[in-house]
Every structure is written in structure tokens, then in C-alpha cells.
């Protein structure tokens, strides 16, 4: 007669192994790198020239008509949908990788911003939002009289 022994706990090694796996990179700083591969939000830059602050976002084949900006306590955020194209009916799809849906992007700025006079620019699937500086904030030249 052969006699086995359970190790109940071995399998505990696995799943650890399993764990580590899953949380790879987890410790690096979170970049957002994954997420916007998988399209759930446009890509964003932001940057500052004199007094004014400017974000340009990659969202291509939306209608401009379907994109909503709002700036409120410094935080910019952009909403809008891709809508699906019509496809034929009986079409059969080999490979797509083409996403669809809605996304909301919110960022905090690095400075107030003058709400009333934001403006923004679609073209060629790029948004350009133009964020002028508040001008409470504006550095101002004070000039000291000789008394």
C-alpha cells in the first residue's frame, strides 16, 4: 500500500506566485500609460506660454458638436462620446481595435483660470482649449512714489 501525504498549504505557493504575477509594476508611480492604450480617455497635454495656459486632446472622429468643456476650481474637464458607425447588417468583422463610447477626462490645473474666456478649437481630430490665466494673478509693477 502506497501512502501519500497532503501538504494542504503547497498550493499556497502558487497562488502567491500567481498574486506576484497579477501585481507586477504596481509598484512603479501610475502613469495612466495603460489605460490610455485601451482608449478609455483621450491623451492630454498641457503647457504654459505668458498668461496663458493651453491643452490640446487627441479625439479623433468626434463630432466637435458632441464634445463638453467645463473649467471649475481649476480642474478642466472634457466629455464626449465616439458614436458607432453604421455597419451592414450580415457584415462580419475579422479584427477590430476601433473604440467607441464616451469618455470623461478630468485634470487639475496648475493655475486659476479666467472661465469666462476660454475658448476652444477642433480640427483634424486634435481639441485645442486655450485656458487664459485669471488676472487676479497676474504679476503687477507697483510703482513706489518719492514722498
Not at 509594476?25 to 483621450?42: H, K, S, V
Not at 481595435?97 to 490645473?109: A, C, P, Q, V
Amino acid at each position: 500500500m502506497l501512502l501519500e501525504r497532503m501538504y494542504p498549504l503547497a498550493s499556497f505557493g502558487d497562488l502567491r506566485h500567481g498574486l506576484n504575477r497579477l501585481f507586477e509594476g504596481f509598484d512603479r508611480p501610475f502613469n495612466g500609460e495603460c489605460l490610455r492604450a485601451t482608449g478609455l480617455f483621450p491623451a492630454l497635454n498641457v503647457w504654459e506660454e505668458g498668461d496663458t495656459l493651453y491643452a490640446e486632446a487627441e479625439i479623433p472622429g468626434v463630432d466637435p458638436k458632441e464634445i463638453e468643456i467645463e473649467v471649475v476650481d481649476n480642474v478642466l474637464t472634457l466629455r464626449g462620446e465616439k458614436k458607432s458607425e453604421h455597419v451592414e447588417e450580415g457584415a462580419g468583422f475579422h479584427y477590430t481595435e476601433r473604440r467607441y463610447g464616451g469618455f470623461n477626462r478630468s485634470i487639475e490645473l496648475p493655475t486659476s483660470v479666467d472661465s469666462d474666456k476660454v475658448s476652444a478649437e477642433y480640427k483634424n481630430g486634435v481639441l485645442k482649449v486655450t485656458l487664459p490665466k485669471h488676472p487676479e494673478l497676474k504679476p503687477k509693477r507697483i510703482a513706489v512714489k518719492n514722498g
